[in-house]
């Protein structure tokens, strides 16, 4: 492993911030991970996977360490179900695209979410009707006190809305080493009622739609609303959609008969932070090189040259207005540092 000092993070994050870490190191293998782990505090340790869900607003004064754990493996088949086990380090839309040509089925939903596989039950990651909590079985974890690996079932992650024990009681405890996902080979669970997947399909004259025509439409739809960070720096969502109490919305509903939502229970509804934002008069808003895209109001973006204090207060005048207006509190959904 070779350290570097005062190394450039700009390609390593996909908003593009030129922020510097105080020493670099790529991580290969498991024991070289665990020798990092032995000989650092875990205060000391930076964990960096695809850079897709991260607002970086300073220099990291610690040791960033990029995982590059790689590799796809069956560990369990039935005539129904395949059990896979990927290492972090891969890159999460590569692990969809090799399912859904294997003919496995649950992940289709997912495609085109940035970031690496490793990540993924740490955000309980989801779109289109689909979270990594329907399809994932385990995932294997290395502590960074005692540098001992262990493996946290689906329910001993406490997964939530964008939520997991890793980014509550264990954030910081715990690096994700590999996720065993189990997928369908047949009787595929079809889920294309949510957002604009039944159009997509119906414009393409789609009448029995197979994982791969699923996976090809939210391709389409994430492609045409949502910036590509190669192109233009962003994170993808930005903020979390807001579950509000039902009766709050019922109210609000007569206010903005137009507002979407989607009921979650008897008694919460989820309405589109996307849309919350648009109404306040920031779709396409900028200050400088800070700005919020002109075709999807919940994607913040770096124009070239903002850095990451300059889109965290867009961000915050964002949440105080749509606080103001429609009296909902909007969360960050990326991790600001």
Known sequence: ??????????????????????????????????????????EDLFILGGGSNMLLTKDISQTVVKLNLRGIEITKETDDFVWVEVQAGEVWHQFVLWAIENGYGGIENLSLIPGNVGTTPIQNIGAYGVEIKDVMVNCKAISLTTGNIQTFSNQECQFGYRESIFKNKLKNQFIILSVTFQLTKRNHNLKISYGAIQNTLEQSHITCPTIKDIGN??????????????EIGNSGSFFKNPVVDKKV?????????????YTVSDTLVKVPAGWLIEKSGFKGYRIGDAGVHNQQALVLVNYGKANGNQVKKLAEMIQREVRKIFDIAIEAEVNIF
Request: proline share 7%; no cysteine.
């Open 1 to 42: 492993m070779k350290v570097e000092e005062n190394f450039s993070l700009k390609p390593y994050n996909t908003f593009g911030f030129d922020v510097k870490a105080k020493y670099f190191v790529e991580v290969n293998t498991i024991n070289e991970l665990k020798d990092v782990v032995r000989t650092h505090k875990k």
């Open 217 to 230: 439409a939210v391709i389409a739809i994430r492609e045409s609303k949502l910036p590509n960070p190669a």
């Open 249 to 261: 919305f019922e109210k609000l509903h007569q206010v903005y008969p137009d507002m979407p939502f």
